[in-house]
């Protein structure tokens, strides 16, 4: 059995204050022509579908929209809720949709049967572990309250039930939302749990035939070859920016060996880092690739420059972020210019810290209000003694 597996759409997410969700259509597009080009029988998604609880109605359009293309083409979609979707609005519609061959689990249920689904070697089971936190599972699986819960023994508890409930020698799919021990995380994935550990062992997995994992989004493997991440859709932060984002084409042979190819997916605007001087970014030449891109600089200036971020706009239209890795405030004493034991106002200080920062004086009207503010400064310090 042929199918796809991808993860961690992360739709109506924002990154660098725009909506990510014109960006999220055209990978999807691509994700859908793909799916039909290579034949495959199911496309698996991992979790974290949106990018949080209430979604932007236009990323719920678009999750709609790529469900009824790709049921249209006959392929089954089985999909997660993963810690950053709502598991109750997601669990939206899931009897009716069964019906489409769309499958989705959002709530945590102590008897969850597996998907089956078949192809000529006979069937194989899905089972879909939607993203839980140890309370989650103490409750559908009715845990006593004396009993410790950490994620790996509530993991361990929804893996032996959605074991019990795979027919005996069929192959089997595992799909789950979770940090398993060992995995890279990125800057762009919400922590499971605030404090203490919110990691699985990735032995838990072992006896499935593959495990599709969401919730790390870099792409990679989780202690074996059969047990994946595939990463997120899109590029979400800029330490992803080395990272190469796609999907996971499966093929499931009838023994249940599984055999994972990386294909990349292409998208509208790459995110990544340009590193230069502000005279080195101004050249022409100086960056061949997309200005249009979703860059962060660094701009590697020591001494200060005036409005840097307006020039880098005008350079990059698409500037999400700015760092200054050598640039420090000119120490104290560079800025005395008085000789010492000179007792200067405050309102002369501020007068040429303002003439510093803008090139300009301080017009009389300005003036007037600054002597205003520090009469009343003045007078608020002497009525607190
Ligand atoms: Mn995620």
């Not at 009838?254 to 502000?278: F, N, Q, S, Y």
């Not at 061949?288 to 701009?299: F, K, N, Q």
């Not at 420059?305 to 880098?312: G, P, Q, V």
């Not at 760092?323 to 000179?342: K, S, Y």
Request: proline content about 5%; glycine content about 6%; charged content about 25%.
């Amino acid at each position: 059995m042929r199918f796809l597996h991808t993860a961690d759409w992360h739709l109506g997410k924002l990154f660098g204050q725009r909506y990510m969700t014109e960006d999220q259509r055209h990978v999807l597009k691509e994700l859908i022509a793909l799916s039909v080009d290579e034949g495959v029988q199911a496309v698996v998604i991992a979790g974290d579908i949106y990018d949080r609880a209430v979604p932007p109605a236009e990323a719920v359009e678009l999750f709609s929209e790529t469900l009824a293309k790709l049921s249209e083409a006959g392929i089954a979609v089985l999909y997660i809720a993963g810690n950053h979707d709502s598991a109750s609005r997601l669990d939206f519609g899931r009897e009716l949709l069964t019906a489409s061959g769309v499958y989705v689990r959002a709530l945590t249920q102590a008897e969850a049967a597996p998907v089956v689904l078949e192809d000529a070697a006979g069937p194989v089971a899905f089972s879909l572990l939607p993203f839980a936190t140890p309370t989650d599972v103490r409750q559908a699986f009715q845990v006593p309250r004396e009993e410790p819960l950490s994620y790996d023994g509530a993991m361990e508890r929804q893996v032996r039930a959605a074991l019990s409930a795979v027919p005996r020698g069929c192959r089997s799919v595992a799909v789950a939302h979770a940090f398993v021990a060992g995995g890279m995380a990125s800057s762009s994935e919400r922590p499971l749990s605030v404090g203490g550990t919110d990691q699985v062992r990735p032995a838990l997995f072992r006896q499935f035939c593959y495990t599709a994992l969401g919730h790390l989004h870099g792409p990679q493997r989780a202690g074996a070859e059969n047990i994946r991440y595939a990463g997120s859709l899109l590029k979400y932060s800029f330490d992803e920016a080395m990272q190469q984002k796609g999907v996971l084409l499966v093929d499931l042979a009838a023994d249940g060996k599984a055999e994972v190819r990386a294909i990349p997916l292409h998208p509208r605007h790459d995110v990544r880092i340009v590193r230069g001087t502000m005279e080195e970014l101004r050249r022409p030449d100086f960056d061949a690739l997309d200005h249009e891109d979703y860059v962060r600089v660094d701009l590697l200036d020591a001494d200060t420059i005036l409005n840097a971020y307006d020039k880098l706009t005008a350079i990059y239209p698409n500037l999400f972020a700015l760092t200054r890795p050598n640039w420090q405030a000119a120490p104290a004493e560079e800025l005395t210019v008085r000789p010492r034991g000179e007792r200067v106002s405050e309102q002369h200080l501020f007068r040429d810290f303002y003439e510093e920062m803008t090139k300009e004086p301080l017009t009389p009207a300005q003036e007037a209000y600054l002597a205003d503010c520090l009469e009343a400064l003045a007078r608020e310090e002497r009525e607190a003694r």
